[in-house]
């Protein structure tokens, strides 16, 4: 499946991608983060730009360069990521959500930096829980057609957890990584299975993360209509 397709295959379609990682602000300081670089994301903006698309890039604290020809918009937070692809998606033929949403933000914000004190006890951080981007879109479709892509870092059961996890999200389709030593986090290369929600399993072998995102954008492709 590796660009069997001609090359400007998906002129004339805007899609959407999230990249990178949400931010929950703790105080003017601190965040609740996690270790998502943003690659894979970017690649498949790179890739979908390559081949034709007009691609709006929402990209969440990702340490790289805006990709030419791409849209960027920057974001924070999980509520903002949520705001900037709800938008994009307004007329989007495909949403790809490769960010790495939290799952919960702290339920306050300190304005002032938080003190250690010797006359106080010790902070509890109150978790609330963020909307789920992926359902919300997959539910409640801006177009009708539109096809929605999740991913999913999972470490165990992983193809079992997928699929149940696609099936909840209502997505079309799921880019299931295992997460292990040298994969997914900071690599430039990944493995994994993209689950079709009409039942198909394709297995992408250890590569590039551009290979990958040439799959994801051929099966979204397939789906297009
Ligand atoms: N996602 C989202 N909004 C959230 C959380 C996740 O849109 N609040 C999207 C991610 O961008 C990804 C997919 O959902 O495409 C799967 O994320 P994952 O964290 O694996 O799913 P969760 O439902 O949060 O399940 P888990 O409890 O395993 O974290
Ligand atoms: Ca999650």
């Given amino acids: 499946l590796a660009r069997g397709t001609a090359d400007a295959d998906l002129a004339g379609r805007h899609v959407v991608v999230s990249a990178g990682g949400t931010r ?13 670089s943003g690659k894979q994301g970017y690649a498949l903006a790179r890739t979908a730009a390559a081949r034709g698309a007009r691609v709006t890039l929402v990209s969440a604290n990702a ?17 903002q990521l949520r705001e900037a ?21 702290p339920a306050e914000y300190a304005t002032g930096k938080i003190k250690k004190r010797d006359d106080k006890a010790d902070p509890t951080i109150t978790l609330v829980r963020n909307p789920d981007i992926l359902a919300e879109i997959s539910a409640d479709r ?30 079309d389709l799921l880019v299931v990584n295992e997460v292990g030593e040298r994969k997914t986090f900071g690599s430039e290369e990944n493995e994994a299975v993209v689950l079709g929600a009409d039942g198909s399993e394709t297995p992408v072998p250890y590569g590039p993360k551009e290979g990958l995102a040439d799959v994801v954008w051929d099966l979204v492709q397939e789906r297009l209509v």
């Fill in 24 to 36: 929950e602000p703790i105080d003017p300081v601190r965040f609740l983060g996690n270790r998502s």
């Fill in 63 to 79: 340490a790289l360069p805006d990709p030419a020809g791409v849209d960027v918009v920057h974001v924070g937070t999980a509520v």
């Fill in 85 to 105: 692809v709800l938008k994009a998606a307004a007329d989007a033929d495909a949403v790809v959500m490769a960010a790495a949403v939290a799952d919960f933000r």
């Fill in 142 to 171: 801006a177009r009708p057609g539109q096809v929605v892509v999740g991913f999913a870092a999972e470490t165990d059961d992983v193809l079992a957890n997928g699929r149940t996890k696609l099936e909840r999200k209502g997505c």
